[in-house]
Each structure stands twice: as C-alpha cells, then as structure tokens.
C-alpha cells in the first residue's frame, strides 16, 4: 500500500498570460510506514506537492493514488472525502486554526463531522490527546486560547490524529517553537512514526531530515532533483548549495575536515557515528605522524 504521485503536472492561472507551472512531472511513491522528509527551496513547490495528496489541489496533468485509489476519479466509486480520510495534513502554525470553546471540542470537531457516536469520537480524543502528551483531565475543558503555544499546536495535530488517518503531512512542524520545544515536538512526531504512522514531512532544516528521516526528496522550480537516504543526498553538496539549499551542519564540519586532508567518511550523518569518525581519523592521523 502506498502513496503514489505519477506525472503529476500543476499549472498556476492556467491559459492566461501568466500561467506557470508550479509542478512539472512529478513521479513520487511513499510507502507505508516509512518518514519521508520534503525540502526546496521557497517556491519549489513542496506546499503545491502536499495539497495534491490529499486531495485539496487537483493536477492539471496526470494522478495522485492513495492505497490504488485515484484522488478526483469518475470512476471511482469511493468518494474523495472517504480516501482523503486516510491523509491528514497539517499546515504551518496549525494552532491558528483553533476556534472551539474547550480543547476537547476542538480535537472532536472532525470525528463529529463524521457522523460517530459520542462514545467512539471521546475515545478518539482520548487516544489523540495522549498520543500528543496532553493530559485528558487536566486539559479537555480549558480554552485552547489559554493554552501555551506549542500546547496549541499539539491540540490542533491531536485534531487530525483524531481522524486516525494512515499517512500524516507536516508542513514546517516544529516552526517558530523555542529550542527545547521544537526538541520535544519532533520526537513526539517520530514515536508517532515508530507506532506505524506514515509521515511527510516537510523542512527547511537539512538537520531535523537528517536526524528523522528515512528518505527524502529535493524539489527545485517544480522538479523533483534528487532523492535517495538522507546521507545519499547530502553527498550532492554543490548541487544542494546551487539550489539555495544547505547540508547539515555536521555534514558541513566533515566536509571541511576532509578538504583539511583529515581521512573521514563524509556520508555519516548520526551524531555518535561522527564523533567516532572524527576521533578515529585524527588518531590515524596521529600515528601516521608518529611512523
């Protein structure tokens, strides 16, 4: 089961002297249970990709499937609202969408729409809640106004959790929250991911892809430029710079170490592999001055 992007074209104010492609085929399959990282830069079109998986943006050339079914087909029998069901998709600051008196109203909103029973939609948000370390009791009749920002951007994604969807969009998730939030944000998006979940995210920071990621894809004016695992990708240096985009910082200082003459693999991108590296090519380094 997957989902699957095949030569899908987008066209911006299309027929008009202003037309432009904002996509030009894309061909991208995302398979289930993976964590898949989306970077490019301003205008790359990562925001127009996302809006086709789900539904919210049709192609103007070619299809979108989610599990075989084709989003927006006559065809098809199941109707888009059932398969865009199956992907949530949260948007930067996702808090700005809260509007219910109570956080437990707001994280209901959608099941509700959906027609449940009350004993099934308080189970959701239960279940949501925990999954995003809220606490039920403490918090289900509280304004989510008065909440801390980062608490409001784990209600609104409770919110979506709480449409249980198989693939879960992140649009810069961990946006504008302190260091230590912006920490406790990603590790709570990647135990997500290790339950199961199906994850895009997309990022401007090279360094959460790398640390999370499984596999990623670079867009660059509409075109998918590079794909492959994080420390595949990162190898293109030069490439990623010339498109306004940078390598991790450790990717970076191992770079620089090796262009120093320092014999290091520059393909590692886990913290502790790279302490090691550095710490066995200086040593070698040493005895070779020392022979």
Same mark, same amino acid.
């Given at each position: 089961?997957s989902l699957?992007?095949?030569?899908?074209w987008y066209?911006y104010?299309?027929?008009?002297p202003n037309e432009?492609n904002?996509?030009?085929?894309?061909?991208?399959t995302?398979?289930?249970g993976e964590?898949?990282?989306i970077v490019g830069?301003?205008?790359?079109?990562?925001?127009?990709?996302?809006?086709h998986?789900?539904g919210?943006l049709?192609?103007?050339k070619?299809?979108v499937l989610?599990?075989g079914?084709?989003?927006h087909s006559?065809?098809?029998k199941k109707?888009?609202?059932e398969?865009r069901m199956k992907? #949530?998709?949260v948007f930067?600051y996702p808090?700005? /969408?809260?509007f219910?008196?109570? %956080? @437990?109203?707001?994280?209901a909103? =959608?099941p509700k729409?959906l027609g449940?029973?009350?004993?099934e939609i308080?189970?959701r948000v239960?279940?949501a809640?925990?999954?995003?370390n809220?606490?039920?009791?403490a918090?289900?009749?509280v304004?989510?106004?008065?909440?801390?920002?980062?608490?409001?951007?784990?209600?609104?994604?409770?919110?979506?959790?709480?449409m249980?969807p198989?693939y879960?969009?992140?649009d810069?998730p961990?946006?504008g929250?302190?260091?230590?939030?912006?920490?406790e944000f990603l590790?709570l998006?990647?135990h997500?991911?290790?339950e199961g979940?199906?994850?895009?995210?997309?990022?401007?920071?090279?360094d959460?892809?790398?640390?999370?990621?499984?596999r990623?894809?670079v867009?660059?004016? #509409?075109?998918?430029?590079?794909?492959?695992k994080? /420390?595949?990708?990162?190898?293109h %240096? @030069?490439?990623?710079?010339?498109m =306004?985009?940078?390598v991790?910082?450790?990717?970076?200082?191992?770079?620089?170490?090796k262009?120093?003459?320092?014999?290091v693999?520059?393909?590692?991108?886990?913290i502790q592999q790279i302490?090691?590296?550095i710490?066995r090519?200086?040593?070698e380094?040493?005895?070779?001055a020392?022979?």
């Amino acid at each position: 089961m997957s989902l699957t992007v095949n030569d899908v074209w987008y066209t911006y104010q299309e027929g008009t002297p202003n037309e432009s492609n904002a996509l030009q085929g894309i061909n991208l399959t995302i398979n289930k249970g993976e964590f898949l990282g989306i970077v490019g830069h301003t205008g790359s079109g990562k925001s127009t990709l996302i809006q086709h998986l789900n539904g919210l943006l049709k192609p103007s050339k070619g299809q979108v499937l989610v599990d075989g079914l084709e989003l927006h087909s006559k065809e098809n029998k199941k109707s888009l609202r059932e398969i865009r069901m199956k992907v #949530g998709i949260v948007f930067q600051y996702p808090e700005y /969408q809260l509007f219910e008196e109570t %956080v @437990e109203k707001d994280i209901a909103f =959608g099941p509700k729409n959906l027609g449940l029973e009350e004993k099934e939609i308080k189970q959701r948000v239960k279940k949501a809640m925990k999954l995003m370390n809220l606490d039920y009791q403490a918090l289900k009749d509280v304004s989510p106004f008065d909440l801390s920002g980062g608490q409001k951007r784990k209600v609104a994604i409770a919110g979506v959790l709480a449409m249980e969807p198989e693939y879960l969009i992140l649009d810069e998730p961990a946006a504008g929250l302190d260091p230590k939030g912006r920490e406790e944000f990603l590790e709570l998006i990647n135990h997500l991911h290790k339950e199961g979940l199906t994850v895009i995210m997309v990022s401007h920071s090279m360094d959460d892809i790398a640390r999370y990621a499984q596999r990623m894809v670079v867009l660059h004016q #509409g075109k998918l430029v590079l794909e492959g695992k994080p /420390q595949e990708v990162f190898t293109h %240096v @030069e490439e990623l710079e010339s498109m =306004g985009l940078s390598v991790p910082t450790l990717t970076k200082l191992l770079h620089a170490l090796k262009a120093k003459g320092l014999p290091v693999n520059t393909e590692l991108i886990e913290i502790q592999q790279i302490k090691a590296e550095i710490l066995r090519a200086l040593q070698e380094r040493k005895g070779e001055a020392h022979a």
